[in-house]
């Protein structure tokens, strides 16, 4: 079984930035492809930034060039850097790790972005 711990959410201010973890822990012998989605109230779950063990990455069109997906398959993390953040951005993040052919998820954090 893995588990997967998400830190970084909180509540910024338009413009500022954030950093998103997701570390993985147990049994583990390959990570495969880890993403970002965040789901927005009363909106549906939408995929942010994803990316392979290859390091390949895609971003969904309304975060390319202000977020950045990266992992580090030694500390199996992956972190999503978001800057210049915008209230829109506002959403659950959760994290997503396709892991020994299972798919894990993370809890979910709140980022909350004022304008």
């Known amino acids: 079984q893995v588990q997967l711990v998400e830190s970084g959410g909180g509540l910024v201010q338009a413009g500022g930035s954030l950093r998103l973890s997701c570390a993985a822990s147990?049994?583990?012998?390959?990570?495969?492809?880890m993403r970002w989605y965040r789901q927005a109230p009363g909106k549906r779950r939408e995929l942010v930034a994803a990316?392979?063990?290859?390091?390949?990455?895609r971003y969904a069109d309304s975060v390319k060039g202000r977020f950045t997906i990266s992992r580090d398959d030694a500390k199996s993390t992956v972190w999503l850097q978001m800057n210049s953040l915008k209230p829109e951005d506002t959403a659950v993040y959760t994290c997503n790790v396709f892991c020994d052919s299972e798919n894990y998820w993370g809890q979910g954090t709140q980022v909350t972005v004022s304008s």
């Open positions: 990316i392979a063990s290859s390091g390949i990455t």
């Open positions: 147990g049994s583990i012998f390959r990570i495969d492809l």
